[in-house]
């Protein structure tokens, strides 16, 4: 991966800041001034940074006044990433993150294709169960490109969870999201502690940072839970969001799978194309060299 320009460390700093909520709608920015003491850099270089944030929607300049983070647009929600602990703390339950696994791997030919990498090549690959109130919500399996974040397997995911570590420290630009009805294996039910004939929603997303993949996580949601934007650390999808239901297994699948889309649809407010069969779109051709 090509090491990131100077004018682009700045618009990362300030859009981490934006996307993990840390500047909210409104928020003034630091100064030209402030930026410049702070990275070191030209005023003309932190100057180019803010003019490309304007141009992007994510803040406005007010001559004399300063910049400020940009009011949401209505199709910006779909570029916001949540974090599943505080969503559960909020409504006043206890969180916890329980890491089952944390390697570097050979990456499956599948998971090289949808990061961009080659087959066989070493990528990043842990699994987590997220629980509130020590109940099971969801099962966490998820892939990361050790180019875009070398430093994955240092952190402490029993202290902050995959999915919002990545939200802090890697600004994405575009989401994908597919979302099928499914059965879980024998291993997921027992992980999730429900039986093996319960049927699941499984969300697949993968994220990008200047046309690089990030990040390619499944993450499986028992039918009980209830669907208030719980996603793999992260919720609502992104301008390829699209609710593609997976032609159930069996009949007896068919009213929850119906019942379960709905509330997806309304949570999510994504269009649901009925007899599609949710399977991820053909992946790109490797961005990496």
Not at 8 to 21: L, T
Not at 27 to 46: D, Q, Y
Not at 174 to 198: C, F, G, K, M, S
Request: charged fraction near 20%; aromatic fraction near 6%; glycine fraction near 8%.
């Amino acid at each position: 991966m090509e090491p990131t320009a100077l004018y682009q460390q700045v618009e990362d700093y300030i859009v981490r800041h934006i996307q993990d909520g840390s500047w909210p709608p409104g928020h003034r920015l630091p100064s030209e001034h402030e930026l410049v003491s702070r990275f070191g850099m030209s005023r003309m270089t932190v100057n180019r940074a803010l003019r490309d944030l304007v141009q992007q929607g994510r803040i406005v300049r007010v001559a004399g006044v300063g910049s400020f983070v940009a009011e949401d647009k209505p199709q910006s929600t779909l570029l916001h990433i949540a974090s599943i602990a505080r969503e559960v703390r909020q409504r006043g339950h206890d969180y916890r993150c329980a890491l089952l696994s944390a390697d570097r791997v050979a990456a499956p030919g599948d998971i090289a294709a949808w990061l961009g990498l080659r087959s066989g090549q070493s990528v990043f690959h842990s699994v987590c169960l997220h629980l509130e109130n020590e109940v099971p919500v969801q099962l966490e399996d998820r892939y990361v490109n050790p180019q875009v974040v070398p430093d994955f397997l240092d952190q402490d995911f029993r202290v902050v969870p995959p999915g919002e570590y990545l939200v802090q420290n890697v600004p994405f630009d575009e989401i994908e999201h597919v979302v099928d009805a499914v059965l879980p294996t024998p291993e997921q039910a027992n992980r999730l502690q429900i039986d093996a004939a319960e049927p699941c929603l499984m969300l697949t997303r993968r994220t990008w940072t200047r046309t690089t993949p990030v990040t390619m996580v499944r993450c499986l949601h028992p039918s009980e839970v209830r669907l208030r934007g719980l996603g793999g650390g992260e919720c609502c999808p992104g301008p390829r969001g699209l609710l593609r239901p997976q032609r159930p297994l069996h009949l007896g699948l068919e009213p929850l799978a119906g019942d379960l889309f709905g509330r997806f649809s309304q949570v999510f407010g994504m269009e649901m194309i009925a007899g599609h069969i949710g399977q991820m779109p053909e992946p790109r051709k490797s961005c990496m060299t």
